[in-house]
Structures are given as C-alpha cells and as structure tokens.
C-alpha cells in the first residue's frame, strides 16, 4: 500500500463535510464564551469576507455552525501543517514511497485535556490502518487552553484605562 495514499486518505477525514473535528471525544468539555461576549462580538461590525479577502479566501474554513469569529476566538481547531512522502526533487520517479509523515496541530480551548486528546487521535489513526500500516508518534507539546473570568481584576483595570478620557 502507497503510504500517501494511507496517509491522505486519514487526513482527509479529519474533518466531516461541515468542518467539525472527527476524533472521538474531540470536543469533550467544549463550551461556548457566555452570551454577553456573544452579544459583544456581534456588536464589533466584523466582516469575515473583509477579513478573509486580505488573504486572497472569502468563506471560513472552520466549522459551518459557527460566526468566524466564534471559529477563531472560542472554537478549538485541527489543522495539517504539513505533509511529506516520496520522491520531491525536480522531474518525477515512479517508485512508490516507504514512508509518510505529516505534522497536524490542535488548538485546543478550555475545558479540553490535551493527553486525553493526544490518545484519542493516536487511537483514531491506528484505528484506521490498513492491516500491513503501521504509524508512529512523535509528541510535540500538550498544554491546556487558560481562559479568564470577565470579571477577573485585569479585565476591569483595562476597562478603567481604556475608558478613561
């Protein structure tokens, strides 16, 4: 079997047809910022295709149910950074590659566990092996998401100061 093939095959369903996470467990503990920063985030004037445009895209990539705000600033996401296999030099060779790698990333928010998660996407990949594949690990940080109250005294000193006149 054509490692790529495996590896691509894999990748590619890391995400279903509306952009939400695969992996078991994977938003175990997810939750929502309360509605007042909801009701603060809409009350901003973001325009995504503004904001997308800059960089040559006009629909949000993460997943569909959610504002493009709430994708980048309350939603945990699983990106590919990147993949390698096989012959890459100038021209082409037809020799079927003996390995595939490919770095993949989570951001995670509060409330995740990031070993939990760690396991849960090792178990995912394994579990989807062709029989004569095998994958390997190699571990790359895992530190879970902070999040602060809003009434927490930092937020209310850069109230004070952003407000005074």
């Not at 175990?28 to 995504?48: A, H, I, K, T």
Request: net charge negative; glycine share 10%.
């Amino acid at each position: 079997m054509n490692p790529a093939r495996v590896l691509t095959r894999i990748l590619g369903r890391l995400h279903d047809e509306t952009g939400r996470v695969t992996v078991p467990g994977f938003y175990d503990g997810v939750g929502m910022p309360p509605e007042e920063v909801l009701e603060n985030w809409r009350g901003l004037g973001f325009r995504s295709e503004a904001f997308l445009g800059d960089v040559g895209l006009s629909i949000p990539a993460g997943e569909a149910a959610y504002s493009a705000l709430e994708q980048l600033w309350a939603r945990p996401t699983a990106e590919i950074n990147g993949i390698e296999a096989g012959y890459t030099g100038a021209g082409f060779k037809t020799v079927l590659p003996s390995v595939a790698r490919a770095k993949v990333s989570f951001r995670l928010v509060a409330g995740q566990d990031p070993h939990r998660l760690r396991t849960a996407f090792r178990d995912w990949v394994i579990a989807q092996l062709p029989a004569d594949c095998r994958a390997t690990f190699a571990p790359h940080g895992a530190d879970p998401a902070a999040a602060m109250r809003l009434d927490h005294p930092a937020f209310e000193a850069a109230r004070a100061v952003l407000t005074e006149e």
